[in-house]
């Protein structure tokens, strides 16, 4: 019998070039790039199985490179003490096992006191947000854009 091997969780953040090779290639083209400016107010978490990383995304303490649309709205939520939760990506062939929701609980149980935001482009994706607490708090639409930000209740 198989045991499937443990998954772990942990920060890469001292390895950032590991998680923008994990993304996809026009995910990492918006990140990295901007990376050395995010770097001392971001943490890069990861699940990594058998010396490969299956789920990883960042949580971020000031307005990312993808609330600049809305850099105001981000603004205020920091000032209330809210850290973004941004680009979480789950493997492929690891999509629907249940990746991202063990990555989303451990991120949130490393300081329960916190609270968090998020934003989607997808609206098929705030039930799975919504099984953490998160509701739909605004929704943003402009000429290029339409997201949904989410908050933690």
Do not use: C
């Amino acid at each position: 019998m198989n045991t499937p091997s443990p998954v772990e969780f942990i920060e890469i953040t001292s390895d950032a070039q590991s998680f923008f090779r994990f993304l996809p290639p026009d995910w990492a083209f918006d990140i990295e790039p901007l990376w050395p400016q995010y770097s001392e107010s971001t943490k890069i978490y990861a699940l990594k199985e058998r010396h490969s990383l299956v789920a990883a995304g960042l949580l971020f303490s000031k307005a990312s490179p993808d609330t600049k649309a809305y850099r105001e709205k981000a603004e205020q939520r920091f000032q209330r003490g809210l850290l973004y939760l941004g680009f979480l990506y789950v493997q492929e062939s690891e999509q629907k096992k249940g990746q991202g929701s063990l990555w989303m609980r451990s991120v949130l149980n490393i300081d329960p006191q916190k609270k968090y935001w998020l934003s989607v482009e997808s609206q098929s994706l705030i039930p799975f947000y919504s099984q953490f607490g998160f509701y739909v708090s605004e929704e943003v639409i402009l000429p290029d854009l339409h997201e949904w930000i989410l908050e933690q209740r």
